[in-house]
């Protein structure tokens, strides 16, 4: 069937040349304050794209936007073409305070479950799901445990392993990694790289961790604080296998790494 | 029960059996006139013979069904309206300083108005009872649905979760604790309206049986009495506890 | 937009009016409601003749004289049980046994022992007032900073002035608190058993003019109830922020 007649039918076929999460001219005011200011960007699909900035750039608040949580002032947030009014259901967030956003009443299955239920998947076929998805996150023992019973590392895999069961085309995470040990992050980066691959899943990842960003991403993008405005974007042309050790000792990743940091110590008050 | 508490809870019954026989001997030794202290061997035998003649028990199953009937209603009409008022913040801040102004107020104060309304009378307690039983729950309920945590409901939003799917299986199992808290508070307000409007209007229940007693100086009917109202206290507090231990397991699991 | 604190009174401002109108509209003749105009004339009359001081005073006098009672034995018990483990554990099933009976439930033994008056609902408001007392005072002891019980050993203080010194200022806190929460218990249960059966004070008051049927009285006791414990309250929580300053009310259930 060629391309146009799959179109005319109505199949979502992604058209490579349009981004899928755009931001046109986009400005937040919140009380006031001007949060970000014409900020326009596009995300392919499929992309890993980082945001990084100083405290206060609204590196944050460009994540809820995206998300459908916050709605522009002035400007368009869209996702696929359609304008982002709320939030969507093929479009997971991960936040950062993974306590808060458990069930703590329910086990680590419930939990993933609540986001079948919520998408009618037949009860029938939901645990299969669930221990897939556990699995999937590395915690395939763990179906029978509350949070509270697990620690920050498992926690958030657990929030991870929920926003899967939504079947995203796009994970926005929130510095999801900000309040765990080195070492966990580490793996965790490693398993987020694996899963976004596997599932084609676009990724918009918010971090202050500026190696992360360019550990992780395709891109990285640099906001410059009050108000937040696009400061610098990088194209990451690191080889795609990335490693902990081999890639963080590219000196490639060195050179980026120091735009990076000169860009936010000159970005600083 | 690990091994050393069954040994203090054995020797705190030791420590309990003293007291009864302490109490034992001051009625022996008549310190208290009998009229006013009867021995516990007095009370128990009158609480046997209650029993065993059947008045006890019918008094027992009437302040019981008392407190079932005000306390089943308060506790459906408190978590519906709770509800409500809890999961909107514009009710809240309409409502919630009217309610704060009214916790303090003593609840027995309703009894002479719904006794003008309603006469002396069944449905009068009945009123009370569930009247008074309300106030912790709604008060709880409120306190529950207006503190879940807001990130919840972002989820919630992300996952296009129903209205119904929201408050069943987010708000509602996040305000249990507090809800079970509030039930617990409504049992005994319960109870001791039931004891009040039995003495007052002379229905079938034990706060009627106390009363008839005491005005006849009956001591050991009367203690018998006073023995099985604790009682009733006891096991509705358990039963509570119980309660709250298995649908609050996940709070005590973990660090 | 109305202002968040004139919301407040939007409630029972619209209440009362609706009531008034209501009362008005349908010529109201009940043995058990009254217009909120005439509740209020009945108020002003109770105050003017003075039978509403009195009743106040009565309630006030034993609940705080049961509260006193009650509280001092409490507060004495609740800091054994919290300083002496031994006693703790001994004393639980004793303990346990006691607490569940409503203090209601004593109000005939009171009643043939001592007969109707003061003391009778004194014992009674002392009884209740024990409870909240021993179990928060008990809590207060065993929140005390473990080190500061290490510094009064390694200083080598006696006994009682340990208990001087340590245990009772940085208990003293919570303690104020649950005085202040057993007082609201304590006119609570003042009330309710002179509504029940002793005849002085609001309780008495308030089911006489209901035997008179006279609505506007009884409501009007009704209403003067609810602000008498609502001032009381409020009067504490400003007692417990001056003595104790804000830092001291965090964890505060109002």
Sequence with gaps: ?269 | MTRSAWYWRAASLFVAAGFIALWQMIANQRLVSPVFLPGPDRAWAALVHGFASGDLWGKLIGTLEHMAYGWFVASIAGIALGATIGSSRTMRSYVAPSLEFLRPLPVSAIIPVAIAMLGLTQSMALFVIAFGAIWPMLLATIHGFAAVEPRLYEVARSLHMSRLAVILKIALPSASPDILSGMRLSLTVALILSVVCEILAGLDGLGHWVLLSARSFRSADLFAGVILLGAIGYVTALAMSIAEQRLLKWRSSGH | MIPERAKAFVLPVATLVVLELWARATHLQSDSLAPPSAIAVALAEAFQDGSILVATRDTLVSAFAGLLVGGAVGLTLGMALGIFRIFDRLMEVTIEAIRPIPSIALLPIALIALGFGYRMEIVIVAFASVWPLLILSRAAVGAIEPRLLEVSRALRLSPLDRVRKIVIPAALPRIFLAFRLAAGIALIVAVTVEIAINPIGLGAAIMTAQQALRPDLMLAYLVWIGIVGYGLNAGLVVAQRHLFGRAALAGDVA
């Design chain 1, 1 to 269: 069937m060629s391309l146009t007649a799959i179109a005319n039918q109505g199949t979502k076929v992604s058209d490579p040349a349009r981004p899928q999460i755009a931001f046109s001219n986009v400005t937040l005011d919140l009380g006031g304050k001007i949060i970000l200011e014409n900020i326009s960007l596009d995300v392919n699909p499929g992309e890993f794209l980082c945001i990084v900035g100083a405290s206060g750039c609204g590196k944050t608040t460009a994540l809820r936007l995206a998300a459908g949580l916050y709605q522009p002032t002035s400007g368009a947030v869209t996702f696929d073409g359609k304008p982002m009014l709320a939030p969507r259901r093929d479009i997971a967030i991960v936040f950062q305070d993974y306590g808060k956003a458990l069930l703590p009443w329910r086990t680590a299955a419930g939990n993933v479950s609540l986001a079948l239920e919520a998408s009618g998947v037949a009860s029938s076929s939901r645990s299969a799901r669930i221990n897939e998805l556990l699995k999937k996150v590395g915690l395939p023992n763990h179906a029978g445990k509350y949070p509270a019973e697990m620690s920050g590392g498992m926690q958030q895999r657990l929030q991870i392993a929920r926003c899967l069961a939504q079947e995203p085309k796009a994970l926005l995470m929130d510095e999801p990694f900000g309040a765990l040990d080195a070492m966990t992050r580490q793996g965790l980066q490693d398993e987020v790289l694996s899963l976004a691959r596997a599932s084609n899943a676009t990724v918009v990842f918010v971090t202050h961790d500026l190696e992360e960003a360019i550990y992780l991403g395709d891109r990285v993008i640099g906001l410059l604080p009050h108000p937040g405005r696009i400061g610098i974007e990088l194209k990451i042309d690191l080889p795609r296998r990335r490693d902990q050790l081999t890639t963080r000792e590219n000196p490639q990743f060195l050179a980026l790494r120091r735009q990076l940091f000169d860009f936010i110590k000159a970005s600083e008050p």
